[in-house]
Structure formats: C-alpha cells, structure tokens
C-alpha cells in the first residue's frame, strides 16, 4: 500500500505540472520506384531519421530548440514518411516539423543529385564532342539520343524524398490528469505486490499467520492482538476466549485433570495466553493451576515458587486474595541458590503434576522458551496438549519449524501455535487482573479445594488427604 499511494502521489505531482503540448507535422514521400520497394527503403529512411545523432545534427543545422522533440513515422505500409515536432507552442511545432522534413530530405537526396549532375557532365562532354549533324546533312541520330538521355537525367527523380506536404497541420495534445493517475495506481499496485512477495519471501519473521501455516507448518489457532485501547481489548477477549474453547474441545476427550503446556518462541508472552487459559477456565466453574516455570524472577515478593516445589516435593497452600476467583498461582522460579541444580526432569515434573491434579481440574503450564531450554520439551511431553505463543515480527520462522518438527519426533501433542503481537508483553497491561488469582507456596492443601470432588469425600477421606 505505501508503493501505491507513493506512485499515485507522483502520477498526480506529474499530471499537474505536465502542460499542454502542440505537435506539428510534414509529410515527405518517395518516388521513382514501386509501391512495395518504397515501403522498404522509407523504413531505412524513417530508422534513419530517428537515430539520435541525426535529429542532433539536424536540430543543429536548422537552429531548433533542444526543448523540442522531434520523431518520425510511417504511413501504414506507404511510402509516406510523417515528421512530427512537438513543443508548447504551435507555430513553434509547425516550423519545427517543416525545417526539419525539409532538411532531411535534402540531406537524404544529395547522394543522387550529386550522381546525377556527375552524369550529366559526362553527357554533356559527349555530346560537344559529337556534330548534330550527318556527313549527309542529316540529324546526327547519336547526337540526338545523347540530348535525350540529358533530359532523361534532368528529370529524374528516383530514390528522393519529395515534399507531399510541407505543412500538414497542428494538433493539441492535452494531458489527461484521471488517466496520469489511475496509470499511476495500477503500476504503483503492481510494484507493491512485487514488493510485497520479494519482502516476504526473503523475510526471516513471522509475520502473519501465512507465514506459519505456509513456511513452518504450524497451524495457528488465534491471532491475539495488543492492548491499548477498547476496540483491541475487546478483540483481544474474543480471541482468547476462542483459544479456551478450542483447548476445551481438544481436551473434551482426555482423562481429567488435563494439563496445558504454553511455550514461547521469540519473546515472553505466554505469561498472557496462560492467565487467560485459568481466568476462563475459572469461569466455567473448573479449579485451574497456574504454573510458571519460564524462569522469571518471583514475583510480589516471594521467595518460594516453582523451583522449591520440585526440589523439595513440598505440598501446595493456597492463599486466595481480594479477588475471589478460584485459580491457583505457582511463583516462576522460587529460590535461586547459585550452583543449584536444575530441578526440571520427567520424575520431579510428574510428581508436582500429581500433586497438583488432586486440588486442580485443569493445569496451565508456562514453560521457558522452548528454543533456549531443554527442559522446556521435558514439560511440554508431561503436558496433554502444548501450545506455541508466537511474538509477530519477532519470532524466526527457522526457530518455529525447528522447535515444531523436534516436538513431533516426541510424545508432546502440539495443538498449533498463538501468534501474539510483541506490544502486549508488558505484564502490567494485563486484561485478567492481578486480584483475581490465588498465590500459591509450598505447605498443606485443603481437601475441598477442588469444586468438582466437594460431596464426594468423607470425613475421614478428607483428613487422610490432608495429612497426605
């Protein structure tokens, strides 16, 4: 689009300042032979007179100005030769063409005028060297051709270019300002669909969801667009609510509690699409988990948080807030002890799992950018389904059609891909707000917690949980 709207701009800048012009023409045309060969030669004549150094020389010879322009045509396939001299004024053009039609043609007809007088002259010494009369007084018969074949000569006139009409009018070309510019549009549309394709094909990002369907063979699922201001917000809770619908419908079929593995892949978004996944969840009546494990600071101040839990196997204590809205939080990382460890592996990563699928229905995991960290891969096999947060304009399409054939060669179950724009990484603009969540840390769980096993524990089934 902006290599259309600058080629309409120029075609309008050169429609206004293109002004009228007058074009002027003479005509010539060529004797002495038949039709069909002065089709032939008039062509040589007119390539002749279109040859730049000629029209230099001529313009120079006739004192026409280097502002004029000047062209010749043909008639069809007549031996009609068109000089035509365009210039803003229209006496201007006419002289022009006539000046230049006629300093043509005698240029072009000096070569056989100077063979004609050549012959001439020969005639001539002939003819003084004969008597015009016989020894019998008769009229000498050789004198009397050779006064023929003068006359013969002096009349010739083969190969020339004659003036047909020296000065065959003017007409006014008027520029046509609408044509200029839709001209102007059509090419600019043209360039910028080859530019477009050439941008595109030679672009390393993914941009759109063409380039992940087409280039990565990903498919994406929404299109999650920033915040900022009413009209995107609103867009914004659409599409996530359509990405929660689509995990619920994958998952319709999977054994209960399922688990949701969010991995990033060229920025930090996951975070978002994770808080949307248990916020809606939450509103289907669903105990989500929130687990972070993206390798982030804790936040709010804690010090303990997903790196604990895994270290020390500790239960999970729910702590609900102001909100009131049942989703559990697990802090990112928790304590960060230098030379510790890591604490991802399949054992540790299935035993926070079961621990958490006696207190949750449904498991949200955001796991570190999956093309920095193997351990990413670790979580997203242990999860039901996994989901790629895509950054629009940041993300490498090498990066996702390498982290997606790696998880298809494993056991991870790869839903499609959320392409996310870069603008909402910014935690704080968050849509689902910070109130409306539960803190978690390591300590004991209630038996009751999760809705969907209330009524269906005893008293005694409730106290061997707790003690467990």
């Not at 002749?48 to 120079?60: E, M």
């Not at 969840?281 to 101040?301: C, N």
């Amino acid at each position: 689009m902006a290599v259309t709207l600058l080629a309409v701009l120029a075609a309008s800048l050169l429609a206004m300042r293109t002004p009228t012009t007058y074009v002027g023409k003479s005509t010539l045309i060529l004797s002495g032979r038949t039709p069909d060969q002065d089709s032939v030669l008039v062509i040589g004549y007119l390539t002749l007179f279109n040859d730049p150094a000629t029209l230099s020389r001529l313009k120079t010879a006739t004192d026409i100005p280097e502002a004029v322009t000047v062209g010749a045509l043909t008639a069809g396939a007549s031996p009609i030769l068109t000089i035509e001299a365009t210039a803003d004024n229209p006496e201007l053009a006419q002289d022009a063409a006539q000046k230049m039609a006629q300093a043509f043609s005698e240029d072009i007809n000096a070569v056989p005028q100077a063979g004609r007088e050549k012959r001439l002259d020969d005639l001539r010494n002939q003819l003084n060297a004969v008597s015009p009369t016989a020894p019998d007084g008769s009229t000498n018969p050789y004198y009397t051709s050779l006064l023929t074949e003068i006359n013969e000569v002096r009349s010739e006139s083969r190969n020339e270019l004659l003036g047909l009409q020296p000065r065959a009018g003017v007409s006014e070309n008027v520029p046509s300002k609408m044509f200029d510019v839709m001209s102007g549009a059509v090419g600019g549309l043209l360039l910028g669909v080859l530019v477009a394709l050439g941008l595109g094909a030679l672009s390393t990002r993914v941009n759109g969801p063409g380039d992940l369907r087409y280039r990565t063979e990903v498919e994406p699922l929404v299109e999650v667009p920033a915040t900022g201001n009413e009209k995107r917000d609103k867009i914004r809770g659409e599409r996530l609510r359509t990405l929660s619908n689509m995990v619920s419908l994958e998952l319709s079929g999977a054994p209960e509690p399922s688990t949701v593995a969010l991995a990033d892949i060229g920025g930090r978004e996951a975070w978002a699409i994770a808080e949307a996944l248990a916020q809606l969840s939450a509103q289907r009546d669903f105990r989500p988990a929130l687990v972070y494990l993206d390798g982030e600071a804790p936040r709010r101040g804690k010090a303990t948080g997903s790196n604990d839990d895994l270290t020390e196997l500790g239960l999970i204590r729910e702590s609900p807030t102001d909100g009131g809205v049942d989703i559990f939080r697990i802090l990112s990382v928790g304590t960060l002890a230098s030379g510790r460890p890591s604490p991802v592996n399949r054992q540790r990563v299935a035993a926070i799992l079961a621990q958490l699928r006696n207190v949750a229905d449904t498991i949200v995991i955001v796991t570190p950018p999956i093309a920095d960290s193997s351990q990413a891969s670790i979580l997203c096999a242990a999860a039901d389904v996994t989901i790629l947060v895509v950054s629009r304009g940041s993300a490498k399409t090498s990066d996702v059609e390498s982290v997606a054939k790696a998880l298809r060669k494993s056991p991870t179950r790869l839903l499609g891909a959320v392409l996310i724009d870069q603008s909402a990484n910014d935690r704080r603009g968050s849509r689902f707000a910070r109130s409306q969540v539960f803190d978690v840390s390591v300590g004991s769980v209630p038996a009751d917690v999760n809705p969907r096993r209330r009524g269906q524990l005893s008293d005694t089934d409730r106290a061997a949980e707790v003690r467990a």
